[in-house]
């Protein structure tokens, strides 16, 4: 028997941060106390493609119920449990997305409750192994000479995790508040291997950070790239189905600071642009003050893309015909698509249909193309345009090419671009060993302390990378259009969660 995933070295990381030292301060009237929670996952090298949980709840424990299992007549820290959240693109705290924002009391409390439900993971089976789960019945799939792509339902071995703090927290009435959650999926994925046959449970592994000190840029959490459904437009604002949580997040546009861009029959730039029933991407911040403000720094319409049609997949295999596996399904989509099936895709057929979700103001390099099915590769994230599905096929007219996150080694730097290996066994297996990375302007550099090498980073460092994944060609390594890079290496490179 052995543990298939590696194990965290510190399995458990608590920082209670508040602040004296360039925390904000606020008054208000209101006893309650203005918070907001968000998830993420750990950097890892775990072949892990989507990662679903349901969270039936989270609360604030004190000294008289730090011992219970449930969150019973506790302080609710998500009003709206329980929910459902893919966490397998939210790897570190950059790429987080919000659970709630609400009011808890004020008090003295000793640490958080977190309770689940159920969870799908979809893995990739080695060649000539078989993966299995512990539901009832078992879900197994079995991979022959090539990988596999299998949907399981691991149980979980513990219905709660409590994480205590160091010493009680005092949350103050008015001061705005952060609670982050970190879920290590490659830690709590446990795989007990017999003979060629590995069984996974989930035993939950949790790290959380409670804070009042805002960010650089004066929030309490900053999001990217929320896509869903527009569900409502109100006078200064909008609320959008976020296709992770399965929430709404409604969040305030502001003349001068929030830009619109993709609405092709709008040139308003403004909340006119916006129109129930579009898909778009949006990135916020929570804003450092009582009450919470959910500020939209850029909104993006992706054109082409209807409202009932729309789901977000991860190429699996080109050959002999591309696939991709489902790991989110926009709201309200009326064809019948699961979160975590694969489906052969039938890509558009013109260079129209193929886009990327490139942020506004920034050039791709002419070296990379995304215009044709020539132009996919395994680990590309895409929004999908579904004409129809019909036995395991979908028909497309749209495809958007979408951020990917991976982990990997830094095994050589030609200053701006990198080379990765050390990737996981889902590229491996696809017979992809490198993937070169290439920075510039729109890259920002984080979780590194060395003042050697490039921007921090020397060869051999492990860093966890976010950016757009295009096809390098017969006999070439993909290559990455770096948007995010956290150096993983250093110690002290882990980042307080926003």
């Known amino acids: 028997?052995?543990?298939?995933?590696?194990?965290?070295?510190?399995?458990?990381?608590?920082?209670?941060?508040?602040?004296?030292?360039?925390?904000s301060s606020h008054s208000s009237s209101d006893h309650g106390v203005?918070?907001?929670?968000?998830?993420s996952d750990q950097p890892s090298n775990v072949g892990v493609l989507s990662f679903d949980i349901q969270i039936t709840g989270a609360c604030l424990l004190t000294s008289a119920n730090a011992f219970a299992t449930d969150c019973s007549g506790a302080q609710s820290l998500l009003p709206d449990a329980p929910m459902n959240v893919q966490i397998e693109n939210m790897q570190t705290p950059q790429q987080s997305d919000v659970l709630a924002t609400t009011n808890v009391q004020a008090g003295s409390y000793t640490?958080?409750?977190?309770?689940?439900?159920?969870?799908?993971?979809?893995?990739?089976?080695?060649?000539?192994?078989?993966?299995a789960d512990t539901a009832t019945p078992p879900n197994s799939c079995t991979a022959t000479a090539t990988p596999k792509i299998c949907e399981l339902s691991p149980t979980f071995t513990s219905s709660f995790v409590n994480l205590p703090f160091p010493k009680a927290a005092t949350l103050s009435a008015g001061q705005p508040t952060s609670i982050s959650i970190e879920f290590s999926v490659a830690d709590s994925l446990v795989g007990t291997t017999a003979g060629s046959t590995t069984t996974f449970t989930i035993t939950p592994i949790l790290a959380a950070s409670v804070s009042t000190i805002p960010d650089s840029g004066g929030s309490l959490a900053d999001i990217s790239n929320v896509t869903g459904p527009v569900t409502s437009v109100i006078t200064t604002s909008f609320t959008v189905m976020d296709a992770a949580t399965g929430q709404p997040v409604t969040v305030d546009t502001f003349s001068g600071t929030t830009t619109f861009s993709g609405f092709s029959n709008c040139n308003t730039n403004n909340l006119a642009c916006v129109q129930v029933g579009q898909i778009v991407t949006?990135?916020?911040?929570?804003?450092?003050?009582?009450?919470?403000?959910?500020?939209?720094?850029?909104?993006?319409?992706?054109?082409?893309?209807?409202?009932?049609?729309?789901?977000?997949?991860?190429?699996?295999?080109?050959?002999?015909?591309?696939?991709?596996?489902?790991?989110?399904?926009?709201?309200?989509?009326?064809?019948?698509?699961?979160?975590?099936?694969?489906?052969t895709l039938v890509p558009p057929t013109t260079s129209a249909g193929f886009s990327v979700a490139v942020p506004a103001g920034q050039t791709l390099p002419a070296s990379v193309s995304f215009a044709g099915a020539g132009d996919l590769v395994v680990g590309q994230n895409l929004l999908i345009d579904s004409t129809g599905v019909d036995e395991g096929v979908v028909t497309s007219d749209a495809i958007e090419?979408?951020?990917?996150?991976?982990?990997?080694?830094?095994?050589?730097?030609?200053?701006?671009?990198?080379?990765?290996?050390?990737?996981?066994?889902?590229?491996?297996?696809?017979?992809?060993?490198?993937?070169?990375?290439?920075?510039?302007?729109?890259?920002?550099?984080?979780?590194?302390?060395?003042?050697?090498?490039?921007?921090?980073?020397?060869?051999?460092?492990?860093?966890?990378?976010?950016?757009?994944?295009?096809?390098?060609?017969?006999?070439?390594?993909?290559?990455?259009?770096?948007?995010?890079?956290?150096?993983?290496?250093?110690?002290?490179?882990?980042?307080?969660?926003?």
């Open 111 to 131: 640490g958080i409750r977190v309770t689940f439900g159920t969870a799908t993971a979809a893995v990739n089976v080695d060649p000539n192994s078989t993966d």
């Open 401 to 498: 090419l979408e951020p990917t996150q991976f982990n990997g080694t830094v095994s050589s730097i030609t200053s701006p671009n990198l080379t990765v290996d050390g990737l996981n066994n889902f590229f491996n297996d696809n017979g992809i060993a490198t993937i070169q990375v290439q920075t510039g302007t729109q890259t920002t550099f984080e979780g590194t302390v060395a003042t050697s090498g490039f921007k921090g980073l020397t060869v051999g460092d492990e860093a966890n990378f976010d950016g757009f994944l295009f096809n390098g060609g017969a006999g070439q390594s993909p290559v990455v259009f770096g948007e995010d890079i956290f150096d993983n290496t250093n110690p002290g490179a882990m980042k307080k969660p926003n």
């Open 34 to 39: 203005p918070v907001v929670v968000s998830i």
């Open 282 to 343: 949006v990135n916020y911040a929570v804003s450092d003050s009582n009450p919470l403000v959910l500020s939209a720094s850029s909104v993006t319409d992706n054109n082409g893309f209807q409202n009932g049609q729309a789901f977000e997949g991860t190429v699996v295999a080109t050959t002999p015909t591309p696939m991709v596996l489902v790991t989110a399904v926009l709201a309200g989509n009326t064809q019948g698509v699961n979160a975590d099936q694969v489906l």
């Open 1 to 23: 028997m052995r543990n298939r995933i590696p194990v965290l070295s510190v399995l458990l990381l608590l920082l209670v941060l508040f602040g004296a030292c360039g925390g």
